[in-house]
């Protein structure tokens, strides 16, 4: 059964550093990537989704995935204060339907002024 | 834009009562989902639909009902809620022919006494 692991658990990094989230998942046949940002008491808001190795950049989030080393990374350019929030790596295979997708515990990142 | 909408967004109930948690969306999608989120264990599938009148179950279905009368409305109902319910739940929308990106609601706070 699919495991996902993000690291670390939690972050902080001064506002314009960048920031590195790691996402660690079981099956190697998965090929369906997001990044997901909660702000508390918050929904979900998807930032980016990758869905073969290399990089995806969507604003100031960029996914990079490797598949044969179990890795999806998501880097945060230049993150503000508003970057602040619990992101969430989810994975699943392309083809099994949306209730295969297995989500991560989450990083949850504090950038500070 | 599309949208995910829940209500309540938050709810206090008692033991044994019976508790119903509505969703409804405006994305056209064909599936929906309801998740529950707890501290440390990310987004937990209870139940999901791709169709309306059929509902099928998630990971975690036991105490749980859920019901698609339409394809925009999807309801989880707890007939007999216990303390080890409360939690936040979350519903969601996907186009597994798009992609299968889900989009979120804002959440149910549900704290049961």
């Known amino acids: 059964q699919q495991k996902v692991q993000q690291s670390p658990e939690s972050l902080t990094v001064s506002e314009g550093a960048m920031a590195s989230l790691n996402c660690t998942f079981s099956?190697?046949?998965?090929?369906?990537f997001r990044w997901y940002r909660q702000h508390s008491g918050k929904g979900l808001e998807v930032l980016v989704s990758i869905f073969s190795d290399g990089e995806k950049e969507e604003g100031s989030f960029t996914a990079h995935l490797n598949r044969a080393s179990l890795h999806v990374f998501l880097h945060i350019r230049e993150p503000q204060p508003s970057d602040s929030a619990l992101y969430l790596c989810a994975v699943s295979r392309s083809g099994t339907g949306g209730y295969k997708v297995v989500f991560g515990s989450g990083t949850r990142l504090l950038v500070s002024p | 834009e599309a949208a995910v909408t829940q209500s309540p967004r938050s709810k206090v109930a008692v033991t044994g009562g019976k508790v119903t948690l509505s969703c409804h969306q405006t994305n056209n999608h064909d599936y929906m989902y309801w998740y529950r989120q707890d501290t440390g264990h990310g987004l937990r599938l209870i139940h999901y639909?791709?169709?309306?009148?059929?509902?099928e179950k998630g990971d975690i279905p036991d105490g749980y009902k859920a019901s698609r009368p339409s394809q925009e409305n999807f309801s989880l109902i707890l007939e007999l809620a216990s303390l080890s319910q409360t939690a936040v739940y979350f519903c969601?929308?996907?186009?597994?022919?798009?992609?299968?990106?889900?989009?979120f609601g804002p959440g149910t706070r549900l704290l049961v006494l």
């Open positions: 969601a929308s996907s186009d597994p022919g798009r992609g299968d990106t889900q989009y």
């Open positions: 639909s791709y169709v309306a009148d059929s509902t």
């Open positions: 099956d190697r046949s998965s090929d369906n």
